[in-house]
């Protein structure tokens, strides 16, 4: 590949999705080192150069064209689009898969003091919030009139500041609503980070790649979500403990030396093994249970 057919992939310089970004793409087999200072990082054992950019940024460079792919928070996504379809821009690109990071979820928040009913509690006053257009959306499907305070940050001190009646902003554990004498009223959307890709048609051996990037993301992610597990089963309660195996799909069964009331188990599991299940195996004479996690996944 040439240097301009070099795959460009957007991810946030710094914040929640930093990390969780380069993590994921490191698992994928892109090997690049990340210098604080610059803005990109290539990659060099593949054709692929990273651009580090605040995430607000990373739909509309999808979008435009500018590079080929972007991980990015779903609120941001849907909030640029709605943006941009009212300005007449372009507004597509393609959501290749949801990611296992980034959960949190856009929310109404009153003062502790404010006595809430329903969304019509917010009728004619005033809501701080960084995401405008979701807001909006949201308060239209309601039919309820109210007025905006657009702040890029520290949206959860503008009540106490007498800047807005209300909020609407991202939460996760709930601690910064807390720590500012706020409660949540109502979620208006739910969102996880995401891998989009521009509509643009790629040449075929760049859409190669970003298909074998895909298909490593996949195997990353369902190793994660999945468990390997060993265990020694007495044979007559075999079913039973297979059974309890969560998502354990034709597990395989193998003779013990010198036992042949017992056999081992194999199994990859879909989910975690949470330790009640362990314990109902305990019960059903399952002994040596281990439970390890997968690296990588694929076929
Ligand atoms: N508390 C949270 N827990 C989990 N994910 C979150 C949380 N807050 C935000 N996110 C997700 O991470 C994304 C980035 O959040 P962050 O706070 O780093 O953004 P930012 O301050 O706008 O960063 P930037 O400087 O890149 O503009 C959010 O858009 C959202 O998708
Ligand atoms: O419900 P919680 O777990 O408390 O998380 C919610 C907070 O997390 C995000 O901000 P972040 O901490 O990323 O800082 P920022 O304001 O600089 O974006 C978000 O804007 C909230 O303020
Ligand atoms: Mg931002």
Known sequence: MSESTRLRIAIQKSGRLSK???????????KFNVNEQRLIAHSDNMPIDLLRVRDDDIPGLVMDGVVDLGIIGENVLEEEQIERQSLGKPAECIKLRELDFGACRLSLAVPNEFSYQDASSLEGLRIATSYPNLLRRYMQEKGINYRDCMLKGSVEVAPRAGLSDGICDLVSTGATLEANGLYETEV????MACIIQSTQSQPDDKQALINKILSRINGVVRAKESKYILLHAPTETLDQIVALLPGAENPTVLPLNDDTNRVAIHAVSTEDLFWDTMEQLTQLGASSILVMPIEKMMG
């Open 20 to 30: 969780e970004s380069q993590k994921l793409l490191k698992s994928c087999g892109v």
């Open 188 to 191: 208006i959307y739910r969102s």
